[in-house]
Each structure stands twice: as C-alpha cells, then as structure tokens.
C-alpha cells in the first residue's frame, strides 16, 4: 500500500471546503430565492461546519485512495 501524502489530503480538503463555501457565498441570494431554508438567513452552528469539513476530508482520502494506483483500492478486483 502506498504512503499516504499528508500534504495533498489536507490540501484538497481546504480547497473542497473553501470551493464549497464560495459557492453558497456566491449563489446564496439566488437560493434564498427558490428555498425557505435558506431564506431563515442563520448562520449554521459551529458543529456543523466541523462536520463539513469532516465530510470534505472523508472525500479527499477517499479520492486519494482510488488514484494511488493500488490495485486493491476502490473495489477493484486483484
């Protein structure tokens, strides 16, 4: 199995996170248009955004593994 490289995991989970949050900062006036959850104008509490950034490093390892050319990683047959 192949060293993990810490580096690029922490990397693209920033860069998920901070694409993310761009995103709804960007078109957040446009959904607030067609949603009423994002009408209520709240900011999330602080455990939901450690969740977020859980969630963005899951699928940052997760993509990690599936490209290091092992050929066990994501379910391919040996």
């Not at 693209?12 to 901070?18: E, H, K, N, Y």
């Not at 977020?52 to 040996?78: F, N």
Request: include cysteine; proline fraction near 6%.
């Amino acid at each position: 199995m192949p060293e993990v490289n810490l580096l690029a995991v922490v990397v693209a989970t920033i860069a998920a996170f901070v694409s993310g949050a761009t995103y709804y900062a960007v078109l957040g006036g446009q959904l607030a248009k067609v949603s009423n959850a994002a009408t209520a104008g709240e900011q999330p509490p602080p455990w939901k955004l450690a969740v977020e950034v859980l969630r963005c490093l899951t699928i940052a390892a997760v993509v990690w593994r599936c490209g290091s050319g092992s050929r066990s990683s994501c379910g391919r047959a040996p």
